[in-house]
């Protein structure tokens, strides 16, 4: 991929997710199921159903998707 496509990708993920461009894609730590190994992976953050966040991407090694979970913001309360 050229440094022009990229570009490309991420405006076109950030217009799709509403995630700003310096969290379109970040680099993670997930276990990938058919290495049985912990890798560092390219993701993008993604909402699930449930509220929560997680990273998907792939595997460097062998291509198999990856789905990191990352914790939850809390939310703060405003003094009343």
Do not use: D
Request: hydrophobic share 30%; glycine share 10%.
């Amino acid at each position: 991929m050229t440094r022009a496509a990229g570009v490309t990708a991420i405006a076109t993920t950030v217009a799709k997710t509403g995630i700003p461009t310096e969290r379109a894609y970040m680099r993670y730590e997930g276990y990938c199921v058919k290495c049985r190994m912990k890798r560092e992976f390219e993701g993008k953050e993604e909402p699930m159903k449930n509220g929560g966040l997680a990273a998907k991407g792939t595997c460097p090694a062998c291509g198999t998707k990856i789905t990191r979970l990352l914790p939850r913001k809390k939310k703060v309360k405003s003094p009343a």
